[in-house]
């Protein structure tokens, strides 16, 4: 949610129940006498009360977007009064009917979805948290007894295994491989003879990972390899060995990895159990917005 600026207000007579720190984690401020009200008020508007969790709401949820002093009194007692004027605001809004407002009841409804599903989110993978000897079997799948390396390398993409056929048999004949991309290659790559640079396991067609496993440096492939963008003659240039990472440094990574996967589970079992009606919008179908006054 975008917070627009608001005017910096004083707070007038209003007085603090009770330092407002403890709901940040700042440094308190001192309290101010008691007034009669709830004893979780900082400040009570109307008969509304705002407590030390919406304050530590509104503080968090503006901190996403900028840092936020909180550093003395007079910051947290601004902080505090541009919540209670948002609160003004909203309660003015209401009072006008415009949550009602079709567009705008729907864009409530859909913060509140998104917010709760973030809840649902922050429950489920506090909860099911990779444990230590499932990250170390992780990284023994992925890195153990695979030395890692980089492949220099280059190309020429033809649309069809006829045309790739025939360049290799050029090449075959002594045709230099960086002229022939020039003239041929389908690929932007081809103006520089083909050339594709250093490439790593992960940033490359698995079909290329595996044919260049297989290649001796300085060579060409007597048989094209197909992807999804056409038919490519592949030249390996160099091989270099680059150190593998150890655990600790791959921990982090392991571990949101592990957690990507459990949240496609959840997602995906909760798809499952639930009962799916789609009616997509038709093209001129515009999507409902508020209505201005």
Do not use: C
């Amino acid at each position: 949610m975008q917070l627009l600026p608001l005017p910096a207000l004083t707070l007038g007579g209003l007085l603090l129940v009770t330092p407002i720190p403890s709901a940040v984690g700042e440094d308190e401020v001192e309290s101010h006498p008691a007034q009669a009200s709830p004893p979780e008020a900082l400040v009570t508007i109307d008969g509304r009360v705002v407590t030390r969790d919406m304050f530590s709401a509104y503080y968090q949820l503006k901190r996403q977007n900028q840092p936020v002093d909180m550093s003395g009194p007079t910051q947290q007692l601004a902080l505090l009064n541009e919540l209670i004027n948002y609160l003004l605001l909203e309660q003015d809004a209401v009072a006008r009917k415009l949550d009602r407002q079709p567009g705008m009841a729907a864009q409530l409804e859909v913060a509140r979805s998104r917010l709760l599903a973030s809840a649902a989110i922050d429950e489920y993978l506090s909860t099911h948290k990779p444990t230590e000897t499932e990250l170390k079997s992780a990284y023994e799948q992925q890195f153990k007894g695979k030395p890692l390396a980089e492949y220099q390398v280059s190309h020429i993409l033809l649309k069809s295994k006829t045309e790739a056929e025939e360049v290799i048999e050029a090449l075959e004949t002594g045709e230099a491989f960086a002229e022939l991309a020039k003239k041929r290659s389908q690929d932007a790559s081809g103006e520089s003879g083909g050339k594709l640079g250093w490439l790593s396991a992960g940033q490359m067609e698995p079909a290329f990972q595996a044919v260049l496993e297989k290649m001796s440096e300085g060579t060409f492939l007597r048989e094209p390899v197909k992807t999804g963008f056409g038919w490519h003659v592949l030249l390996l240039e160099q091989v270099r060995k680059i150190p593998q990472p150890s655990f600790a440094e791959m921990r982090d990574t392991l571990r949101q990895e592990k957690q990507k996967q459990r949240l496609a589970t959840y997602i995906r079992q909760l798809r499952e159990k639930a009962k799916l009606d789609v009616n997509v919008l038709k093209k001129s179908e515009p999507a409902p917005s508020p209505k201005s006054k």
